[in-house]
Each structure stands twice: as structure tokens, then as C-alpha cells.
């Protein structure tokens, strides 16, 4: 069997894209934009972080910060464009909002640094996370010491 062997067989890949959700993308194209290049009439539907372990940790504690549910980060199988694109799109409409992890896909890995992951949140549960900040982890001894070994 040709292919790149994602999945056992072309059955459940044909199920998957069955099942698969559907984006509800208003116009033609979606912009990406690095966030220092933003002004004031840009409104980022998602953020997408290309992240080293210790800053991905700090990303999805504060994620989980005002969660009760355990699996308010998800990491589901995909492309790496549907791990940064496809799923949190689908999340910024949700009632709970969930932020991704991804880039887990081997046909993109060649493509970013070795230790680096992706981490994607829609930018309505990224404000709440911004909001946080200085109540959380992140003004303890413990992120101190992570936050040290990141510079």
C-alpha cells in the first residue's frame, strides 16, 4: 500500500473525513499575521504559538487555570495545519473553548525546530488567559526557576 501510513487502512481515513467538522470560514481566505505586526483593526480569531517544552507547559498551565474539566487542552490527530488552523477554529465557537496542542504530525515535523510543538487557542479564551497572569503560577518560585532555563 502506497501512502504516508497515518492509518491502518484507507477505510478509516475515509471515516475520519466523514466525520470530519467543517469550518464556517466567512470570506475567501483566513490571514495569518505575526502578533507584533497587529494594529488596531486586526481581531485574531486564534493564536497560534510555536513553543519549546518549558513555554508550551506555561501555556497550557495557564490554559487550565480557571478549567475544572482535565481535558480543556486537547491534542487530537491531524495534520499539522488542522492541529493550528482546523480544531481551534472549530473551538472559538464553543461554549468552553479549548486550546490545542499539535504539530504532531510526522510530514510536517521536518518543517519546525526538533523540540518545538505548536499550541493554538482561540483569542477568546486567550484574553481570559492574559487576564490571569498575575494571580497564577506564573508569579511563583517554581515558574521562576522554568522561566530561567527558557532565557
Known amino acids: 500500500m502506497k501512502g504516508e501510513r497515518y492509518k491502518r487502512t484507507p477505510e478509516i481515513v475515509r471515516e475520519?473525513?466523514?466525520?470530519?467538522?467543517?469550518?464556517n470560514i466567512p470570506g475567501k481566505?483566513?490571514?495569518?499575521?505575526?502578533?507584533?505586526k497587529l494594529d488596531e483593526s486586526d481581531t485574531p480569531e486564534v493564536v497560534i504559538f510555536f513553543a519549546i517544552p518549558d513555554v508550551l507547559s506555561g501555556l497550557f498551565t495557564l490554559a487550565n487555570y480557571d478549567q475544572i474539566d482535565p481535558n480543556s487542552t486537547i491534542a487530537p490527530f491531524g495534520a499539522g495545519c488542522g492541529s493550528i488552523v482546523h480544531y481551534p477554529?472549530?473551538?472559538?465557537?464553543?461554549?468552553?473553548?479549548k486550546a490545542?496542542?499539535?504539530?504532531f504530525d510526522v510530514s510536517a515535523r521536518p518543517c519546525v525546530p526538533e523540540s518545538v510543538l505548536t499550541f493554538s487557542v482561540p483569542m477568546?479564551?486567550?484574553?481570559?488567559m492574559t487576564s490571569y497572569m498575575d494571580e497564577s503560577f506564573l508569579i511563583t518560585d517554581s515558574w521562576k526557576k522554568v522561566r530561567e532555563r527558557i532565557n
Open 16 to 23: 475520519i473525513m466523514k466525520n470530519q467538522k467543517k469550518l
Open 29 to 36: 481566505y483566513i490571514v495569518f499575521k505575526r502578533w507584533d
Open 89 to 97: 477554529y472549530l473551538e472559538k465557537d464553543s461554549e468552553q473553548p
Open 100 to 103: 490545542v496542542i499539535g504539530m
Open 124 to 128: 477568546v479564551k486567550f484574553s481570559k
